[in-house]
Structure formats: structure tokens, C-alpha cells
């Protein structure tokens, strides 16, 4: 009896396997990979090599400051105010914050505004200091269009007083298409756009 009995549990257990299998609940699920992207600064092909005035100031730019959310290797997209979301399968390769200041520091040395632009951590008789504080970093998508939105504040501080020598708070907006692309796209146009804007505020200084 008791042998019986074993073999109709295996009976039944043998057969819920076929019945699972067969309607693909013990499949394997395929995830979509994540695809990764990093910011790339387009300067303008043939530009003439520069050389910097010998009377020009060194300039130091401290670690870009990425204000949260957007201190992630998130994309973040807003499809009504107040509401944030981020693409799932699409991100950054690394931080946002490395990103702005691999980009303000290739865009300055190439303006030859300054006898020498260096980061932070290199030992320096820098004249100046860049701040750069990232507030906004977000594709905005409505029913009739999307918008890239960059909002950042930048200061010039005097290394020697730590007095603020001018500040300016740069607000880009461009139009792009509303999904990964579109926000990928517009983050590359948008940053160059904004350090361009930087260059030609700091050569007035």
C-alpha cells in the first residue's frame, strides 16, 4: 500500500513538472542588457592650437558638486512636475560629477584663457578656483515636446582672500526627442553648450 501510494505522488509530481514546463513558468527570462554611456565633448574639428598669454593666471577647479538625485549613474526624466523617474535599462558609466569635470577641464585648457588649468588634487600656485555646483540635470517630457534641462551654478573664487570673485548660475535648455536617445543625445549637446557658455563668461573676467 505504502509503496503504491509513493508511486502516485511521483506520478503526480512528474506530471505538475510537464504541466509547468510546458506552459513556461520554469523558462529562463531573458533581461535586457543595460546599456551604459559616457558624455563626449565634441569640440569643434580644426581648432586652431592656442597659446596662453604669459601674464594668465593658473585656474583650479574644484571637484564638480552634483546635487541629488542626479549624483547617480541614473537618467533621470520628468513627465509631470513634482515626478521623477529614471530609465531602466539605460545609464551612465560613471558618475555624473567626473563626467562635468572631465568636460570643464578639456574645454578651459583648450580656450588657453588660462596659463594652466589643473584639478583640485594637483598641487598648484593656482590665482583662481572654479566651483561648479550641478542643480538640474534632466530630460523633461510633456505631450507636445521634450526638452534637456541643465542648470548649474558656477563661482570664481580668489584662492588668496577666498572672496568671490564673480558667480553665475547657467540655465540650458534644448529640445530632444523623449526616450534614451533623445536624453543621451541632448546631455552631450547640453554639456557643450554649458561649457562653452562657462569659457566665454570666465574670458570676461
Known amino acids: 500500500m505504502k509503496s503504491m501510494m509513493q508511486k502516485v505522488i511521483i506520478l503526480i509530481i512528474g506530471m505538475l513538472g510537464i504541466l509547468l514546463n ?8 531573458d533581461e535586457p542588457q543595460i546599456k551604459q554611456y559616457q558624455l563626449t565633448l565634441n569640440l569643434a574639428p580644426g581648432t586652431p592650437a592656442c597659446a596662453p598669454s604669459a601674464n594668465a593666471p593658473i585656474l583650479q577647479i574644484s571637484p564638480v558638486k552634483v546635487f541629488a538625485p542626479y549624483d547617480t549613474r541614473n537618467m533621470y526624466y ?6 521623477l523617474s529614471s530609465y531602466a535599462f539605460n545609464q551612465w558609466s560613471t558618475m555624473p560629477e567626473f563626467m562635468f569635470n572631465q568636460a570643464i577641464l578639456q574645454k578651459l585648457i583648450a580656450t588657453c584663457i588660462y596659463s594652466n588649468v589643473v584639478n583640485a588634487e594637483v598641487m598648484s600656485v593656482a590665482k583662481h578656483r572654479l566651483v561648479v555646483q550641478v542643480m538640474d540635470f534632466k530630460q523633461v517630457i510633456s505631450a507636445e515636446s521634450a526638452n534637456m534641462n541643465l542648470t548649474v551654478l558656477a563661482q570664481l573664487i580668489d584662492n588668496k582672500t577666498n572672496a568671490v570673485i564673480k558667480s553665475k548660475t547657467f540655465a540650458e535648455v ?22 562653452n557658455d562657462l569659457a566665454d563668461w570666465l574670458a570676461k573676467s
Open 78 to 83: 520628468s513627465e509631470s512636475p513634482y515626478q
Open 174 to 195: 534644448l529640445p530632444v526627442s523623449p526616450d534614451p536617445q533623445g536624453y543621451v543625445r541632448g546631455a552631450n549637446d547640453i554639456v557643450l553648450q554649458f561649457v
Open 22 to 29: 510546458s506552459c513556461g513558468i520554469l523558462s529562463p527570462v
